[in-house]
């Protein structure tokens, strides 16, 4: 199918309560909502997040990035086409991964949405039936972060995630509550988010 149109829309999402990094803390992230259109009005969806303070996309470069060069460099290819567009977008601007990850997503929907399977079955089938997630919890004070992921396994999680990187005395004592509360049984993992030096 001949790739047509795309529209994009940045919208704000909040947070039901505010999560904290080592660098920042965030009440809600702006997403990029695409909508890749076909010849004959199928479309495929994507979203994205910003990477802002980690690299350099956020909403707003890549909605420009995408209007300005990768569409316009994709526009009028079958979708099926996969290499070619990779190779066409890679062509029209370097780097931006997150742009063109938006890009792929759409496309990937589209296609199935073509074809009306699920997009398990273009990616070679399916091979489980379901997809563990993590509870993430952000860096707030030792409290709230042991309340949290007690909730979160409460609600079935089997991994947690907890944000370190702001004091290693602190962090360790999050990090040892947190274990205590959700027992040896259940995965741990911290995210220092860049917050730690080597030592």
Not at 122 to 150: C, K, N, W, Y
Not at 168 to 185: F, M, Q, S
């Amino acid at each position: 199918m001949k790739i047509t149109d795309i529209r994009l829309t940045p919208k704000f999402i909040p947070f039901k309560r505010n999560y904290g990094i080592s660098s920042a803390s965030y009440a809600g992230e702006t997403f990029l909502l695409a909508k890749l259109i076909g010849e004959d009005g199928t479309f495929g969806l994507a979203d994205s997040v910003a990477a802002v303070p980690f690299g350099y996309e956020d909403a707003q470069t890549m909605t420009h990035v995408i209007q300005k060069y990768l569409f316009p460099a994709i526009r009028g290819m079958e979708s099926l086409d996969l290499e070619a567009i990779e190779t066409r977008m890679e062509q029209a601007v370097p780097g931006h991964p997150m742009a063109k990850a938006v890009m792929d997503v759409a496309l990937h929907d589209l296609n199935a949405k073509q074809f009306n399977v699920p997009l398990y079955q273009l990616l070679g089938g399916r091979f489980h039936e379901t997809v563990p997630l993590a509870g993430a919890i952000g860096i707030s004070d030792t409290e709230r972060m042991v309340r949290e992921a007690q909730e979160f396994v409460e609600q079935g999680f089997r991994t947690i995630k907890m944000k370190i990187g702001t004091n290693p005395k602190t962090d360790l004592e999050r990090v040892r509550e947190v274990r205590r509360v959700i027992g040896p049984n259940i995965r741990l993992r911290v995210d220092a988010n860049q917050g730690c030096t080597l030592p």
